[in-house]
Every structure is written in C-alpha cells, then in structure tokens.
C-alpha cells in the first residue's frame, strides 16, 4: 500500500497530473466507466501536502467536465440520442435517455447541475439536449455552472477527507470517495422513488 501511496504522491507532484485530471474527467463525460471522479477525489487528498495545488485541480477537473459534456453534446446532434431511443423499452439506457427529455421538459437547462451527480445521468441528459437542439449558447451556460459546481464539490470533498485522515491519507480517499457514493446513491433514490410515484399516480 505504502509503494502505491508513494507512486500516486510521485504522479501529484508532476505537473502533467492536471492534465490528467482533464482527461479522465473529460471522458468520463461521455463513458461514465472512467473514474474521473474518484482521481479528483484522490488528488484533492493529496493535496493536503501542497502537491498537486488545490486551485489548478478544480480548474482542470471543471474544463474537463465541460469539454467532455460538449463531446456528449456534440454527439447527441449527431443522432446519439436517437440510438439509446432504439434500446429495449425495459433497458438501463432506454430509461436513462426517457428520464433526461421528462427533467430537460419540466426543468429546463437546470437539470444539468443535478445530473452532474448521476452516474450516467449527465450522459443523458448531454445527449438528449443535443438531440433536441438546445441552444448551444443556453447549454453553456448551464454546463459551467454544472461543471464548476461539480469540480468543487469532489475536490473540496476529498482535501477535507484529507485533512481529517492527514496521518492517512489513504483512509482520506476511501472516506471521500464514500460520501460521494452516498450522496449518489441519495440522489437515485429520490429519483427512483420520484418515478415510482409518477408510475403509479399515471395508473390511477
């Protein structure tokens, strides 16, 4: 464990860890089984030691969380979006792609900033808009808020994890990545029990 901490704290120290941070967040944007959020999670941990600087962790996490959205983006007015349509009515996707045209209709460019945390969820949502054509311009908007909200929730989650485990940082990591998961795991719940409800007031 010691040598993995050791390789991780040798790769933060180097100024090429920003541009990882960009592209791991960057893709997974658009293929949410990149761990993007977990490597700014851990960086953040990291630095708690002055390596790598707080401040360029964020910016890199949240202009490649843009980027990536605008692939995703970009995609969907390639007809991505028309593809997930053609799914099983019963798959993850299917539902994924429905769920993004009912909360981009009722509200808005505003759902980007809640399926920021939604593993597959700003996938769909990314893709859908561009399906539908958004206004380029209003997505923008929406996407940096979205972004650097996102960018500074996961980096100030995990140099705080960091500063309660200083002595180890490791368990910093695990605790970060942890609530993360809790609070992800919150939000489908909501999102679960808020379409169950829907599903059964429509039977009536």
């Given at each position: 464990m010691e040598s993995v901490l050791d390789l991780l704290r040798q790769l933060v120290a180097s100024p090429w860890v920003y541009l990882l941070?960009?592209?791991?967040?960057?893709?997974?944007?658009?293929?949410?089984?990149?761990?993007?959020?977990?490597?700014?999670?851990?960086?953040?941990?990291l630095a708690t030691g002055g390596n790598p600087d707080l401040v360029g962790v964020i910016v890199a996490a949240a202009l490649g969380a843009g980027a990536g959205d605008h692939v995703s983006y970009a995609i969907g007015r390639g007809g991505g979006a028309t593809r997930l349509a053609r799914f099983p009515a019963d798959s993850r996707r299917r539902a994924s792609s429905e769920w993004a045209r009912r909360a981009l209709h009722e509200r808005g460019g505003l759902i980007l900033t809640t399926a920021r945390y939604v593993p597959g969820g700003r996938t769909a949502v990314t893709l859908t808009m561009g399906a539908v054509r958004y206004p380029l311009r209003s997505f923008l908007l929406f996407d940096a808020i979205a972004a650097v909200s996102w960018a500074l929730y996961c980096t100030l989650l995990g140099y705080f994890g960091g500063l309660a485990f200083e002595?180890?940082?490791?368990?910093?990591?695990?605790?970060?990545?942890g609530l993360s998961l809790a609070?992800?795991?919150?939000?489908?719940?909501?999102?679960?029990?808020?379409?169950?409800?829907?599903?059964?007031?429509s039977r009536r």
């Open positions: 941070i960009f592209g791991l967040t960057a893709v997974d944007a658009f293929f949410p089984a990149v761990p993007g959020e977990a490597a700014v999670i851990t960086a953040a941990v002595r180890d940082p490791v368990k910093g990591i695990l605790a970060g990545v609070v992800t795991l919150l939000l489908e719940s909501a999102r679960w029990l808020r379409h169950r409800r829907r599903h059964a007031t």
